[in-house]
């Protein structure tokens, strides 16, 4: 059994109990906690965000667009890699015959 490591993050002036499976988890975990808390400070500072939960809302669809775009790049790429390598597989099969 995997014991859980127990921490607690802060966001947004909160702290949040957490149980994470390892110190990878938990460093990453921290680690988005300080992401999120350095984008809080940004849009507090360059917009006049009142309500803390649509600062929150902002951070979280920032976050989300990035990873889509991320995923979207992904596919693209491993789309265009998996074409060279059917082009490549069908000048090799005509240059075998």
């Avoid at 909160?14 to 938990?26: K, M, N």
């Avoid at 995923?71 to 082009?87: D, G, M, R, S, W």
Wanted: aromatic share 4%; hydrophobic share 40%.
């Amino acid at each position: 059994m995997i014991e859980k490591i127990k921490i607690n993050v802060a966001i947004g002036g909160r702290t949040y109990p957490l149980h994470v499976s390892s110190e990878i988890e938990e460093q990453g975990t921290r680690r988005a906690a300080e992401l999120i808390n350095d984008l809080i400070s940004k849009f507090e500072q360059n917009y006049a965000v009142s309500d803390k939960q649509d600062v929150l809302a902002m951070c979280a669809l920032q976050f989300a667009s990035k990873l889509e775009i991320k995923t979207i790049v992904e596919k693209e790429e491993t789309n265009k890699a998996e074409n060279k390598l059917k082009q490549m597989h069908q000048l090799l099969d005509a240059h075998l015959k």
